[in-house]
């Protein structure tokens, strides 16, 4: 080949571009081939000797190199282009339009949306708390879940209670359980349907313990197949409030308080009993007599009973109760010990008061 036709220039024709070292429209559907593609076209057009049979007709252009002085002209200077370039276009045009293209790869596969357990549930409250409560007592909580989506969704819910010396008690300290059931478990397990809400009752029973504490807790509710996990935060004070007697005195001999009492006559007598109750709250109290196999013989000589059984004592107030004795004639007995109990009724507390009666 020519060491002349590399050199740069370009040419018009039919209002065609073409570059004279590369002999091909620039808009050609080779511009984005790879040069080894472009070099198999070339070795099939013997394009050398096509150029050399376009000298020898003398059918040609004369073009300039870009750089070339005009008043230096020479025939090496000068680019031969046959007629027959435009036919090599042809056929550059028409092996190239088999080449396959290659269609770009798209990536088909739908990605799953990333939700979150939020935007598929709604979760009436994240906190539940119960304040004071006292052992043995029972209270309860609402709380609804609702499906925010068009999909049914399983809904798994644990319930645990944080406190150590709490988890392995006969009884569930937190539990849960449906609205419309009596079943209480710390686990439960629901399909909820399209656009539906599940109701259930958050349940604390109080353990029986010997000093206030507090007893925390956590609901964890996740979705089957949903990453994440929604949580409830639980929690409660357990107090223990004192019912005291002000007018108890410490009995050395007993090792305990006493309240002693003087029955002077014959017949029924009646006397004032004061309790102090020290507490958050208001309690309702329960009273009665702690009955003994042995007593059955003081029963005969000396009776003695409560009035009212039951009774609200406010928190730090002092309330009156009434003992209403009777002793009979010619009792033998000189000296009665009764035992009064307190129950704060719906809990487990009981307070018990050692009452002494000297029969005068």
């Known amino acids: 080949m020519n060491q002349h036709f590399m050199s740069e220039g370009i040419f018009t024709r039919n209002d065609q571009f073409y570059n004279i070292y590369n002999p091909r429209p620039l808009c050609s559907p080779l511009q984005d081939a790879s040069p080894k593609v472009q070099a198999e076209i070339f070795s099939q057009l013997a394009f050398e000797q096509e150029i050399k049979q376009s000298k020898s007709q003398n059918e040609h252009w004369r073009f300039s190199l870009n750089n070339e002085n005009p008043e230096e002209k020479s025939e090496d200077s000068q680019i031969v282009v046959s007629k027959d370039f435009f036919m090599i276009q042809d056929y550059i045009k028409r092996f190239s339009s088999k080449i396959p293209i290659e269609p ?95 109701s259930f009752n958050v349940t604390l029973k109080a353990p029986e313990v010997s000093k206030p504490c507090k007893i925390g807790g956590r609901i964890d509710i996740s979705i089957q197949s949903i990453p994440g996990k929604l949580g ?31 029955v002077n006559k014959e017949g029924k007598s009646e006397f004032k009993l004061p309790l102090l109750f020290e507490g958050n709250s208001p309690a309702s109290v329960e009273f009665t007599f702690y009955n003994h196999k042995n007593e ?14 039951v009774m609200t004592i406010s928190q730090d107030e002092t309330s009156m109760i009434n003992l209403i004795t009777k002793r009979k004639d010619n009792a033998q007995s000189k000296y009665v010990k009764k035992i009064l109990l307190a129950r704060i009724i719906d809990t487990s507390l009981i307070y018990s008061f050692l009452l002494t009666f000297q029969l005068c």
């Open 296 to 309: 059955e013989d003081v029963r005969k000589d000396f009776s003695c009973c409560v009035y009212p059984e």
């Open 104 to 198: 770009k790869k798209e990536n088909m596969i739908k990605k799953r949306p990333n939700y979150t357990i939020q935007d598929l549930i709604y979760v009436s409250t994240t906190n539940i708390d119960f304040e004071n409560i006292l052992p043995g007592q029972v209270f309860e909580s609402t709380l609804e879940i609702v499906n925010k989506t068009n999909k049914s969704i399983v809904v798994q819910i644990l319930v645990e209670c944080e406190n150590p010396d709490f988890r392995n008690t006969k009884q569930y300290v937190y539990s849960i359980r449906r609205s419309h059931l009596f079943e209480f478990n710390d686990k439960h397990c629901l399909m909820m349907k399209p656009r539906s809400s599940a």
């Open 232 to 262: 409830v935060r639980l929690e409660s004070a357990l107090v223990l409030p004192k019912l005291v007697c002000p007018k108890s005195l410490y009995h050395t001999a007993l090792k305990c308080n006493i309240v002693n009492f003087a």
